[in-house]
């Protein structure tokens, strides 16, 4: 009963946010006015930025509970583990080297895959893995492959490279319905598939060994999630550059309300995600109008303190 109250709290809230999201921006327009013939085209670009908001907020959001439980760490989450920087970074060398955008997805998947794995194997010490560690290592390996980023950046004379600075650092300037159904595709698969492994996330984070003697898989589940949240970053990288810590803040506030459930977390973390990454658009494009700041800066601003208050806690899922 608790549970399906807060479900219709967030939904309200969802509810508001998105006409919030259609009447607000650099010129605020009222509902009415929006709905008439010559301002249609305004109306369709700000439902496409929600559309991207609930897209991105859902799928990162999602991915930051499946590492957390996996890696039983309470601060992972793409960009933290540098899977969203690896992804940019193949994406931008695949643009500096003149590569066809067919293959930018593909490229964006092998930078996240190759990154978490990276990030992994520095943090392990022979069997076990620190969480002090792995937070350090996707640090360092994110900072790392920004510099390399921003270095190709810097030293390429086309001009298209260099307007990806702002992409670099979030935009849901997404002005196509088709490219939004092709990314939808796997993001939606991607939550599904980590939303069908929840009573196994459950049982991983209760510890492996409580796992296996359930009879599960823990090794096969961690590879599957791993390759799953590494194709949602993927995916959202592609059409929305490198948003950081809605992975970290959204699971945390949800757990907080919901409970560590997974079969309840993760549905109640989608709904509280689309509402902060709509919300964060909203102040994106009106703080400062009718100059835009980047979404990413804003989730930024309101991550860090989120992750050094619970770095500092220690605290575990």
Not at 4 to 29: C, E, R, Y
Not at 115 to 125: D, E
């Amino acid at each position: 009963m608790r549970l399906k109250k807060i479900l219709q709290i967030l939904l309200l809230l969802l509810s508001a946010v998105i006409i919030l999201g259609l009447v607000k921006g650099a010129v605020n327009i009222p509902m009415a006015g929006l709905l008439l013939k010559e301002n249609q085209v305004i109306f369709n670009m700000r439902l496409l930025r929600i559309l991207a908001a609930v897209l991105a907020g859902s799928g990162l959001a999602v991915s930051g509970i499946a590492l957390q439980a996996i890696l039983r760490n309470s601060l992972a989450e793409p960009y933290l583990l540098g899977t969203s920087s690896g992804a940019g970074l193949l994406v931008v060398i695949a643009m500096v080297t003149g590569i066809s955008k067919i293959y930018m997805p593909l490229a964006a998947f092998i930078g996240a895959v190759a990154s978490i794995i990276l990030v992994y194997n520095l943090a392990r010490q022979g069997n076990r893995v620190a969480d002090k560690s792995l937070i350090l290592s996707g640090v360092i390996v994110s900072i790392a492959f920004s510099s390399i980023i921003v270095f190709l950046v810097s030293v390429s004379g086309d001009k298209a490279v260099h307007e990806i600075t702002w992409w670099l650092w979030g935009s849901l300037d997404v002005y196509d319905y088709r490219l939004m159904l092709l990314v939808s595709i796997p993001v939606i698969a991607g939550i599904a598939a980590i939303y069908i492994f929840s009573q196994d996330l459950n049982a991983i984070i209760m510890g492996e060994e409580e796992a296996m003697h359930l009879g599960i898989d823990t090794q096969k589940i961690k590879k599957a999630l791993i390759l799953i949240t590494a194709l949602i970053t993927a995916s959202l990288i592609c059409v929305c550059g490198i948003i950081g810590f809605v992975g970290l803040i959204v699971p945390h506030m949800m757990r907080l309300v919901v409970g560590p459930n997974h079969k309840t977390l993760i549905p109640a973390t989608c709904l509280a995600a689309s509402i902060f990454m709509i919300a964060c658009d909203c102040l994106s494009r009106t703080l400062f109008a009718p100059v835009e700041i980047p979404i990413g800066v804003i989730t930024a601003i309101i991550g860090a303190p989120v992750f050094i208050l619970l770095l500092k806690k220690g605290k575990r899922i």
